[in-house]
């Protein structure tokens, strides 16, 4: 199976001993917007952080002045590039979003206003290589390639899709395949989307698991029905 040039096979990882705190940081591509990953990051960090983990998402890109969705106060949220034409450090204007990214280069495979480009290979890996994180969780493809390329000796790698295998187009997915080496799990949203991955990638290191998104508690338990 093809490599993402730059990302080695990473050898196993010692087995933890014993439950302990984490640092723990979630990679997402916007967190200031609505749809279902940005959820499923606000309900997994709020739970993680609920067990007692130092919990901070990372949104790549920062285009207004607050989340549209509420994220627990525990959770540090942060920003890489700010998107917001009225900043001062506005990050649309910098010379090398003129040029493409290193990771997934492809026409077609990214594209829009918040598209990838060589200012977020800088960014992404200034932040992934000097993270103290314990464990880096991205949810994109493009950024599963850049969390499988950076990062320093020890870091916990984990790549979240929240897609079918098949919703990618054909590019997109030869794409994420090359870089499943250089994770140490990749996660899918239901079992039937680990086994089709794990049919596809009979070969790769990472290990493919199904871990369904986060979904807190209701807020009070539904009433008794009347005994008959």
């Known amino acids: 199976m093809p490599r993402l040039p730059g990302v080695a096979?990473?050898?196993?990882?010692p087995q933890a001993q014993g439950p302990s705190a984490m640092k723990i940081a979630l990679l997402i591509h916007n967190a200031y917007g609505i749809g279902g990953t940005v959820r499923a990051v606000a309900n997994l960090s709020a739970a993680l952080a609920g067990r007692g983990?130092?919990?901070?998402?990372v949104s790549v890109h920062r285009p207004s002045d607050r989340p549209d969705l509420g994220f627990?106060?525990?959770?540090?949220?942060?920003?890489?590039l700010d998107m917001r034409e009225e900043a001062?450090?506005?990050?649309?204007?910098?010379?090398?979003?003129?040029r493409p990214n290193t990771v997934f280069p492809d026409s077609g495979v990214d594209f829009g206003r918040l598209r990838y480009t060589a200012l977020h290979d800088a960014r992404l890996a200034t932040w992934l290589d000097g993270t103290d994180a314990d464990a880096v969780i991205a949810t994109r493809?493009?950024?599963?390639?850049?969390?499988?390329?950076?990062?320093?000796?020890?870091?916990?790698?984990?790549?979240?899709?929240h897609l079918a295998m098949d919703a990618?187009?054909?590019q997109l997915r030869t794409d994420q395949n090359a870089t499943l080496d250089g994770l140490d799990a990749f996660v899918t949203v239901s079992e039937a989307d680990a086994a089709q991955y794990r049919a596809a990638?009979?070969?790769?290191?990472?290990?493919?698991?199904?871990?369904?998104?986060?979904?807190?508690?209701?807020?009070?338990?539904p009433p008794r029905s009347p005994r008959p």
């Open 88 to 98: 001062r450090g506005y990050a649309g204007e910098d010379p090398l979003t003129q």
């Open 9 to 13: 096979p990473r050898p196993p990882r």
């Open 141 to 161: 493809p493009i950024l599963n390639g850049y969390l499988a390329r950076h990062g320093r000796p020890g870091l916990v790698r984990v790549g979240q899709e």
């Open 53 to 57: 983990h130092s919990v901070e998402v």
């Open 201 to 221: 990638l009979p070969g790769v290191r990472a290990e493919i698991l199904c871990v369904p998104n986060a979904v807190p508690p209701p807020p009070s338990r």
């Open 168 to 170: 990618h187009s054909e």
């Open 72 to 80: 627990d106060p525990r959770v540090r949220l942060r920003a890489l």
